[in-house]
Nanobody, 116 residues
């Protein structure tokens, strides 16, 4: 499995929105759990959101009600819609599957900066 490719990050003001994309090859997205993590320099990666094969989702308490994970199987893409962004959401965001994490295969990530 090749690393998933994240995109969609950028600079946004507090209260703004961004939609991140996680592109995969083949049917990885539809057949696997897909996670969104984020990492701030000097800190461990934090699990932000999870999407399970049958469509159920889970969120970290810090993003519940503001972030939404979704999946487009036809495009082999998982999205993370982020609303009401806060400065503490600033981080590099990564997506991955359980096997990618197990094998320590991570993509480049996409930088999200929330600042006025």
């Amino acid at each position: 499995q090749v690393p998933l490719v994240e995109s969609g990050g950028g600079l946004v003001q507090p209260g703004g929105s961004l939609r991140l994309s996680c592109a995969a090859s083949g049917s990885i997205v539809s057949n696997n759990i897909v996670y969104w993590y984020r990492q701030v320099p000097g800190k461990e990666r934090e699990l932000v959101a999870s999407m399970f094969p049958f469509g159920s989702t889970q969120y970290a308490d810090s993003v519940k009600g503001r972030f939404t994970i979704s999946r487009d199987n036809a495009k082999n893409t998982v999205y993370l819609q982020m609303n009401s962004l806060k400065p503490e959401d600033t981080a590099v965001y990564y997506c991955n599957t359980p096997s990618g994490i197990r094998d320590r295969r991570w993509g480049q990530g996409t930088q999200v900066t929330v600042s006025s």
